[in-house]
């Protein structure tokens, strides 16, 4: 059974709500969450990838890949904040069907594909936009698939990198080309903004 939680705000763009509340926002964007194990956004990894979102222009019409999508809160943000389409991917069945309850209550179903498992069952390139809210090891492991997805000038936003991983994940997507444009640290994790050359 899932934990139910209180309306709050994360940056200043966003609202989240748990789904039976009232609709109350008229300065913010509204994330409706329905109740379920993967969280609501309260973690700092997931409220530091909604903040770097909202300062980036590219979000506009970007064709996104959310990798480890959970919720799916990071897709929905974006396709709230302009963004064209989302590519939702995360190994858990739980999360998957979580994800798709939570598209529905946004009303961003139509613009979100689902896939159940990892990196290799997405079949296309050229992603305007990465977002990875996964632990750091996996990161690592990931880095040269996860940059080939995404084309020249893509934003990579990366999170739920504990602090002794941040230098190693900066330096590796480094030497795949891109550069970091922000190194956020958290209180335990990290999160870091970069653009592919």
């Not at 209180?6 to 009232?22: A, H, N, Q, T």
């Not at 979000?59 to 990071?74: E, H, Y």
């Not at 396709?79 to 961003?108: F, H, M, S, W």
Request: glycine share 8%.
């Amino acid at each position: 059974m899932g934990r139910e939680f209180r309306p709050f705000d994360i940056g200043r763009r966003f609202r989240v709500l748990p789904e039976k509340s009232p609709i109350s926002s008229i300065d913010r964007l509204d994330l409706i969450m329905a109740a379920g194990a993967f969280g609501s956004g309260e973690h700092e990894t997931t409220a530091s990838c909604l903040e770097l979102l909202e300062t980036l222009p590219a979000v506009s019409g970007a064709n996104l890949l959310d990798l480890g999508s959970g919720t799916g809160i990071l897709s929905i943000a974006a396709l709230k904040l302009g963004a064209g389409q989302a590519v939702c991917v995360d190994i858990d069945p739980a999360a998957i069907a979580t994800c798709r309850k939570n598209c529905e209550l946004n009303r961003v179903s139509d613009r979100v594909s689902h896939i159940q498992g990892t990196l290799t069952d997405v079949p296309q390139n050229g992603f305007d936009m990465i977002l990875a809210n996964i632990y750091g090891d996996i990161l690592l492991e990931v880095a040269e698939q996860l940059v080939a997805k995404a084309r020249p000038g893509a934003s990579l936003v990366l999170s739920g990198i504990l602090w002794e991983y941040n230098f190693d994940v900066r330096q590796r997507y480094e030497r795949l080309g891109c550069e970091v444009l922000k190194n956020r640290m958290l209180e335990e994790f990290s999160s870091v903004l970069l653009q592919k050359r």
